[in-house]
C-alpha cells in the first residue's frame, strides 16, 4: 500500500545540520565567547600545617595545602597557564573565637600563603576568599548581636556593623599581605562599602579589586567545602543572612546594591542552579564581570556522576561551564581548573 503521508520539502530556514557538521564548525556557534584559561580561577584550601598535603575526602582530587608545600604544587600549574587562584583558609590549630581573630592573625595560613606565592610567583592573580566562619567559634560569618533570639530560631541574629566593620579589617589586611583580590563571601549587609572603604582610606583602593559574593544563595552544595575549610555552623544554619533558593528579586537587588556599594566584579554562587542568576547579573549589570562559583558540591556531583558511569566527566565539565559562558559569566570558579588546563590544549575531537 502507498504512503499516505508524503513528507514536504525542507523550508531553506529549517536546514541547520550543515552549519555546525564539523568540529570547527560547531567552535563557532559560541558567539566569540569561547572558554579559556584566563577564565578559570582555582579555588586552593590552605592549612596551618606547613607540611600538609592532606587528602579531602568529600572532594575528590583536592587536598588541604601546607605552606611549604605550596610551590611545589602551584609551579607546574603555572607553567600549564593557570593565571587565577582563590585562596581559602584552614586553621586546624588556632584558637577560633566570637571575633574570629585567626582571620587576620600574621601567621594565619592565607596570609602566609599570599607572601609566599607573590614572591615566587609575580603575575599569578592572587584572590582571597574574606569571610569570619572559618575562624569564628561558632562558625558563622559574622559577629552576633547582643539581642537574645527571636522566638522563631535559637540562632542570635548578627550584628551589621559589627561584622561590617570586623570583615573590612580581615579584608585590608589581606590586602597588605599581598592580595590583588578580596572576596567577600559572607553576606552582611554593607560589607561591600565598608571594605571599599577600608581600602580606599589605607591606599589600597586603586590596585585591589573588590569582588563580591553578591547572591550567594543558602544551598545543599556547599557541604564538601565546609568539611574541606571546617566552617560547618555549630548551631542554625545561613537561611537568615544567604538568599533563599526561590528569591529571584532578592538576588537582583543584592546584584545592584553591590555594584552600588563598589564591587569590582559581582558573582554568582552555585552556578548551574542559579544560570537564570547568572544571566540576570551579566543583564542588569553589562559593565562589571559577572562571576559564577562552581562549587564543592556541584564538583562532587559532576565527579560522582562520571563515576557511575552516567556520562564522562570531561564532556560533562565542559557543558556545566559552557553553559556559564553561555549565561553571562567571564570568570568561573571551579575545582576543575587545573584538569581544564589539560583540556583546553587539547585537539578538538570528532
Ligand atoms: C564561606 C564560604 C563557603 C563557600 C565559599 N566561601 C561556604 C558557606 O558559605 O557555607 C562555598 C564554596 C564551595 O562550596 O565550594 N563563607
Ligand atoms: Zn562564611
Given at each position: 500500500?502507498?504512503n ?7 523550508e531553506?530556514?529549517?536546514?541547520l ?11 563557532w ?9 584566563e ?37 607546574p ?11 581559602f583558609?584552614?586553621?586546624m ?7 574570629g ?22 603575575l ?42 570586623r ?19 559572607d553576606?552582611?549587609?554593607?560589607r ?6 577600608a581600602?580606599?582610606?589605607n591606599?589600597?583602593?586603586?590596585r ?28 542554625g ?9 526561590n ?30 542568576i547568572?544571566s540576570?547579573?551579566?543583564q ?14 556541584e ?6 556522576g562520571?563515576?557511575k ?29 587545573p ?6 590544549d587539547?585537539?578538538l575531537t570528532?
Amino acid at each position: 500500500m502507498a504512503n499516505r503521508f508524503q513528507a514536504p520539502p525542507l523550508e531553506i530556514s529549517s536546514v541547520l545540520h550543515g552549519g555546525y557538521h564539523h568540529p570547527l564548525a560547531r567552535k563557532w556557534q559560541n558567539h566569540g565567547r569561547n572558554l579559556t584559561k584566563e577564565m578559570f580561577m582555582y579555588p586552593i584550601f590552605i592549612s596551618d600545617d606547613p607540611d600538609a598535603e592532606q587528602v579531602i575526602e568529600s572532594l575528590p582530587g583536592q587536598k588541604r595545602w601546607g605552606i611549604n608545600k605550596l610551590e611545589s604544587f602551584i609551579g607546574p600549574l603555572v607553567k600549564k597557564g593557570l593565571k587565577s587562584v582563590i585562596l581559602f583558609g584552614v586553621p586546624m590549630d588556632m584558637e577560633k573565637d566570637e571575633r574570629g581573630s585567626p582571620a587576620d592573625d600574621p601567621e594565619t595560613p592565607v596570609i602566609k600563603a599570599l607572601q609566599l606565592l607573590s614572591a615566587k610567583f609575580p603575575l599569578l592573580y592572587l584572590a582571597c576568599d574574606v569571610c569570619l566562619c572559618e575562624y569564628t567559634s561558632h562558625g558563622h560569618c559574622g559577629i552576633f548581636a547582643k539581642l537574645p533570639p527571636p522566638n522563631h530560631t535559637s540562632m542570635p541574629t548578627l550584628d551589621a556593623e559589627a561584622s561590617q566593620q570586623r570583615i573590612a579589617e580581615v579584608a585590608l589586611a589581606y590586602a597588605k599581605a599581598g592580595a590583588h583580590c578580596v572576596a567577600p563571601s559572607d553576606m552582611m549587609d554593607g560589607r561591600i562599602k565598608a571594605i571599599k572603604l577600608a581600602l580606599m582610606q589605607n591606599d589600597y583602593g586603586n590596585r585591589v579589586t573588590l569582588m563580591s559574593y553578591s547572591a550567594k544563595f543558602a544551598s545543599s552544595l556547599y557541604g564538601p567545602f565546609r568539611e574541606a575549610a571546617g566552617s560547618a555552623p555549630s548551631m542554625g544554619n545561613r537561611k537568615c543572612y544567604q538568599l533563599p533558593p526561590n528569591a529571584r528579586g532578592l538576588a537582583r537587588r543584592a546584584i545592584k546594591r553591590d555594584a552600588t556599594e563598589g564591587a569590582d566584579i559581582l558573582m554568582v554562587k552555585p552556578a548551574l542552579p542559579y544560570l537564570d542568576i547568572v544571566s540576570d547579573c551579566a543583564q542588569l549589570e553589562p559593565d562589571y564581570p559577572t562571576a559564577v562559583y562552581q562549587v564543592s558540591g556541584e564538583y562532587a556531583m559532576v565527579v560522582a556522576g562520571a563515576e557511575k558511569g552516567i556520562y564522562d566527566l570531561k564532556a560533562m565539565a565542559f557543558e556545566t561551564c559552557e553553559s556559564f559562558v553561555r549565561a553571562g559569566a567571564s570568570i568561573i570558579l571551579s575545582y576543575f581548573t587545573p584538569q581544564f588546563l589539560d583540556w583546553l590544549d587539547e585537539e578538538l575531537t570528532e
